[in-house]
């Protein structure tokens, strides 16, 4: 069965950090570009930050640049994302996904799986 399973979600205080972790089984990450993205409530869904298959090739929302960071453990089949200086608006749903025609920037429409989503929520 093909999937990512995505962990690491919770409760964190403004300012504090996280680290999603999304996990692939019945297929290997190697070659496909992988993305995060995030649905806040009443929001529509986002591109958070995207990477390609070779790493030459990331992309950050404006909102998270500086912030955020993206990376793979191909070893792992596992694509992370690092969350420092949280804050409110971060709150939402967030996904990974993985596609294995990837071009540039964060492209939620042709992403060939993802993942049900972890949940963030950021307090004042």
């Known amino acids: 069965q093909l999937q990512l399973v995505e962990s690491g979600g919770g409760l964190v205080q403004s300012g504090g950090s996280l680290r999603l972790s999304c996990a692939a089984s019945g297929f290997t990450l190697d070659y496909y570009g992988l993305g995060w993205f995030r649905q806040a409530p009443g929001k529509e869904r986002e591109g958070v930050s995207c990477i390609s298959a070779d790493d030459n090739r990331v992309y950050y929302a404006d909102s998270v640049k500086g912030r955020f960071t993206i990376s793979r453990d191909n070893a792992k089949n596992t694509v992370y994302l690092q969350m420092n200086s949280l804050k409110p608006e971060d709150t939402a749903v967030y996904y990974c996904?993985?596609?294995?025609?990837?071009?540039?920037?964060?492209?939620?429409?042709?992403?060939?799986?993802w993942g049900k989503g972890t949940l963030v929520i950021v307090s004042t």
């Open positions: 996904a993985a596609i294995i025609k990837y071009g540039s920037g964060c492209p939620e429409y042709g992403m060939d799986y």
